[in-house]
């Protein structure tokens, strides 16, 4: 079928628009903006990441469209080991449990994220207090007493965790961190084991970025297998989903849906977003780690998105929820990781301050021709 431009889409949806001044975009009348949650209630779980600003009500506009549109949501930053335990012998739960509460209000599935990563993890955690690196005897009790008292304060409130965040090198093979080296290979088993002990009932997810590049993928289809042989209770494996205009293949996106539920477990979209201004290097993966220098050039919408890239966004969004759909019997969630533009990461990510417009709504809480191309997906 013939894929309609999105200012036929727009046409099409706005039944009544506000007039609006000329160079300015229509803002849509509300009862023309359907709820994610419900165009996609069929097919999948529709989420997004969020911060503090949302959950603790000082973003109002924020607020109104995640009560609208999503029935999950992910803590952005929150639950990371160095704000929820900063130190030793102390938890920081507060925003935490604002983050669990407000999800509660809205009877929305909660995910922690994250409990075991290689990232934003304090050094104090693989060391002693001379700090020389722990044994693996005392560095499994650290994440065993973190795990069960992370997932024990809010068990059978928080769904689904993102147990292990980031294991795998782009090459398949585990990512030398310091989990790995002090505990070995089995420290995923036990993270997995310590998070069903402290709540059965929670699913518990192995999650990382790039998992549609083949090597990967294979490396994660190993990870996952030789846990689930072992008895180990995975649920289900997070594709972050940090994509872009021209990455990665749609056929690769699929071979790997196809192949992780092959696995027999849940497969989910865990933080979706489309990154649409130049890369300063041929790199597609998500490692926070790297930065690179602003230059002019690498920023190049600072005042405005050009319709053209609108359109470029929104046929990618449409391509991507095509496969979703498609996979929608593989597929429980798709989370993006974000509510609107001004809030991605990608604004600061690999190099900070840029403009970027990788989501659905704009900065001024409009929804995206992107948004229009997507609801369209569902009904088609
Ligand atoms: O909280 C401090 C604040 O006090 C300080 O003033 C400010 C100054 O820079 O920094 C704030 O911390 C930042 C934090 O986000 C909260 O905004 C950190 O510098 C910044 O590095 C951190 O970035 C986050 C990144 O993970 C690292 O944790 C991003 O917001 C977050 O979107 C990103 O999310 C990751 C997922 O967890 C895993 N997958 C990849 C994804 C994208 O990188």
Known sequence: MMRLTWTCLLTLVLVTAACEAPG???VPAEEAVPALKEVFADAFLVGAALNPDQFYGRD?????????????????NVMKWEQIHPEPDRYDFEAAD??????????????????????????????????????????????RD????????????????????EALNEDGTLRPTR????????YLAHAFRFAHEADPQAELYYNDYSLT??????????????????????TGIGMQGHYALTYPTLEELETSITTFAGLGVDVMITELDV???????????????????????LDPYREAFPDSMQQALADRYADFFEVFLRQQEALTRVTFWGVTDGDSWLNNWPIRGRTSYPLLFDRAYRPKPAFFAVVATARE
């Open 24 to 26: 300015e975009e229509p």
């Open 98 to 143: 604002r983050f669990v509460a407000f999800g509660e209000e809205r009877d929305l599935f909660i995910v922690g994220h994250t409990l075991v990563w290689h990232n934003q993890t304090p050094d104090w955690v693989f060391e002693d207090d001379r700090g020389e690196p722990l044994t693996r005897e005392a560095l499994l009790e650290r994440m």
């Open 60 to 76: 109002t506009l924020g607020v109104a469209l995640i009560t609208k549109h999503f029935n999950t949501i992910t803590p952005e």
């Open 275 to 297: 990154a649409v201004l130049p890369r300063p290097s041929e790199y597609w993966g998500a490692d926070v780690t790297r930065r690179e220098e602003l230059r002019a050039e």
């Open 213 to 234: 590049n083949p090597a990967k993928r294979e490396g994660a289809v190993r990870l996952v297998q030789g846990l689930l042989d072992a008895g180990v209770p995975v």
């Open 179 to 186: 989990w790995l080296e002090i505990i070995g290979e089995d």
């Open 146 to 165: 973190h795990i069960q008292t992370v997932v024990g304060r809010y068990r059978g409130r928080v769904d689904g965790w993102d147990v292990v965040n």
